[in-house]
């Protein structure tokens, strides 16, 4: 099978078939009964591996009567009367979600009705186990509670099922849809999980348990494997770690280009847990600090005390290094059910990030009081995303103007913080003198600016091959935004995938950008390959691609220049 | 086919844990263990079935055991119930 490779990186392991529903709560319509019946299958199994390492851990740190009421949950899901019910009604045509919670329902009726105070407690349990096993069954479980390494198999993945892996033991992400560049990509990037995706028939060919070797740069996927292949791919895997300790040497030496312009490198995360990584790998500070994944573990919007403590302790471990917070940007592939946002035909152009949160000064000030009152753990700054209009921009400077002075008339300290826009639709890039005068920095969300430009979803497969970075509409846009900004005295930051291309870096610098905000793993790569850019040459490189008339035509040319340049330079090594 | 009459002795009567053990033993043979409850046959191999029995301290519970290991599946229970399942 081959797909689509987007997150480098080999792995050879047993699958997990993870089997959801395309959108969120999966409680509307049911998928075929099979389907169903694996679903259900997959979720009870999920569950019970995860109560089993609960009550592993109680046992040995509390004592074994401690874990009863577990142990008594893990005997209810090896119920056969019970199961059977459940299954029954799947047969019947029900989702599992229903059946589900239709034979809870009925068990925990039996227990109400029973005329003794204790066992009419105990309809308890059975809500916990229905929990369970429809987080389970929505993949919000935890995947690291199946204890042992995998390599998931899914039509497709939410951000928040990626966010809920464990990279320790998460060892590859198969996926039959998904795109290129969509959030659930981009934090399998962050966590460093090899990634395909785009792989046809995949959920028919994959039951679970199958060893399966996959190639990340590749787009490669070998179910059940000879020996000999085997072999052979981990040997490549080894090459793979070595080029990484390789660029390791960079990860301390400053990111200055060969003429001596000093560029940021930042990563873009979206939780605490990746600021470790970040410094790990080099990361100069948060470029990006996606907040959606914050509302997203909530059942509710968190409060401003919440978040206030997120964006502190990011800030905190930052020490002192740059920390740009985004602005809630719900919408797009990014659901979030308690907001309310109706299902939409077209979700990248509709009700979306900045649009929705206008819409919500309550929910849209909440965050902003946090941001403002973490400002003093460290350099925090904010940012609005999806900005396409002066006036959104205004407004949203206003409201957070209106909240300084609740804050102030309070008595709450905060700071005053640098305001900041993304730059991701078209109209902004076009009119970046205008905007460029409202605000302290721009960054150029690449992902979107592309796929607002080509009219092509990031997320369609059938048009993932429109949205190319390599475009020269797309470097032309961002040259306008880099010249505007120049302008007007502000830097600019370029934080989407285009960023950490190896060979359009070196045009990114050309332009004047100040820094780059890329993925984790790519941190020693960029600042490598930042260090070996020359300004001069950068410049009459961008010069040719801006003229040129495909994303090909750029891509053949910056591929034939940097094979001249290694050329070059074992040429003078020799001499 | 044994047709056996087990006390329950503890002071709390059946509850999770103690459904727990129960449920646990008779797994551990192959042989059928029912209770029989108003009329009602019902497996002991499913812990909810041994929670809604509904036996508190010092009833009777009627247990049907069948199977090849049926001798040693009701020596286990019987001591489990004599022992008052480890409690008071």
Not at chain 1, 317 to 328: D, E, I, S
Not at chain 2, 38 to 60: H, P, Q, T, W
């Amino acid at each position: 099978m081959i797909g689509t490779g987007v997150v480098d990186g080999i792995a050879i392991q047993k699958t997990f078939v993870f089997v959801t529903k395309p959108g969120e709560t999966g409680a509307s319509v049911p998928l075929g009964m099979k389907e169903e019946q694996v679903r259900f299958a997959e979720a009870v199994c999920l569950s019970k591996s995860q109560l089993e390492k609960i009550v592993d851990k109680i046992k040995r740190d509390a004592g074994e009567e401690a874990a009863g009421i577990l142990e008594y949950q893990l005997l209810i899901l090896e119920d056969d009367d019970f199961l059977g019910k459940i299954r029954g009604g799947i047969e019947a045509g029900r989702g599992s979600e229903a059946a589900v919670r239709a034979t809870c329902a009925e068990y925990a009726e039996f227990f109400r009705h029973v005329d003794n105070d204790y066992l009419k407690q105990r309809y308890i349990d059975i809500l916990d186990i229905q929990k369970r096993l429809l987080d389970a069954l929505n993949g919000r479980a935890d995947i690291t509670a199946l204890g042992r390494e995998v390599i998931v198999a899914a039509s497709d993945l939410t951000p928040s099922q990626v966010a809920g892996m464990e990279s320790a033991w998460v060892k590859g992400i198969l996926l039959e849809n998904g795109g290129a560049s969509s959030h659930s990509i981009i934090l399998a990037r962050s966590l460093s999980i090899p990634c395909i995706i785009g792989l046809n028939g995949l959920m028919d060919s994959l039951h679970g348990d199958e060893t399966v070797i996959m190639d990340g740069t590749t787009g490669e996927v070998l179910v059940e494997p000879s020996d000999e292949q085997a072999r052979c791919y981990r040997e490549k895997r080894a090459a793979h770690e070595r080029d990484k300790a390789r660029l390791r040497d960079y990860i301390k030496r400053e990111p200055v280009t060969l003429d001596g312009r000093r560029i940021g490198v930042y990563a873009n995360i979206s939780s605490a847990a990746e600021t470790a990584p970040l410094l790990a790998h080099g990361g100069e500070g948060v470029g990006l600090l996606r907040t959606e994944l914050l509302y997203m573990n909530f059942e509710e919007a968190p409060s401003r005390e919440t978040q206030y403590g997120v964006y502190a302790g990011i800030a905190k471990a930052l020490g002192g290094r740059p920390l740009v917070v985004r602005t809630l940007d719900v919408g797009g592939d990014k659901h979030i059910g308690y907001l309310g946002i109706e299902p939409e035909e077209n979700p990248f152009l509709g009700y979306r990030a900045i649009r929705y949160c206008l819409d919500h000064p309550a929910l849209f000030r909440e965050q902003i009081a946090a941001i403002l009152m973490a400002a003093d753990a460290g350099d925090i700054r904010v940012m609005f995303p999806m900005i396409a209009t002066v006036d959104e921009l205004l407004r949203a400077r206003e409201i957070v103007e209106d909240v300084k002075r609740e804050l102030a008339a309070r008595d709450v300290p905060f700071r005053e913080i640098p305001i900041g826009m993304m730059v991701e639709v078209p109209s902004v890039a076009l009119m970046a003198e205008t905007f460029a005068r409202y605000v302290d920095f721009f960054s150029v969300g690449t992902n979107d600016l592309t796929q607002y430009l080509f009219a092509a979803d990031r997320n369609n497969k059938k048009v993932a091959r429109l949205n190319n970075s390599f475009h020269p509409v797309l470097l032309r846009c961002v040259e306008h935004v880099c010249t505007a900004a120049r302008a007007r005295g502000i830097e600019v930051e370029i934080c989407g995938q285009a960023g950490e291309a190896p060979e359009l870096i070196p045009l990114w610098v050309a332009m004047g950008v100040s820094g780059l905000s890329v993925s984790i793993p790519t941190l020693p790569l960029v600042r490598k390959i930042v260090c070996e850019t020359d300004t001069a040459r950068a410049k009459r490189d961008l010069e040719a691609v801006l003229v040129m008339e495909s994303a090909e035509d750029v891509a053949r040319y910056l591929r034939e220049k940097t094979q001249e340049n290694q050329a070059a330079e074992q040429e003078s090594g020799r001499d | 086919m044994l047709n056996v009459e087990l006390e329950v002795r503890n002071e709390l009567g059946i509850h999770a844990r103690v459904a727990s053990k129960i449920t646990r033993c008779c797994q551990g043979f192959a042989s059928r263990v029912e209770a029989d409850r108003d009329g009602k046959k019902l497996n002991l191999k499913n812990v909810l079935n041994v929670m809604l029995l509904n036996v508190k301290c010092g009833e009777m519970l009627s247990v049907e055991i069948e199977g090849e290991d049926e001798a040693d599946a009701y020596a286990a229970l019987n001591q489990l119930f004599a022992e008052k399942f480890g409690e008071k």
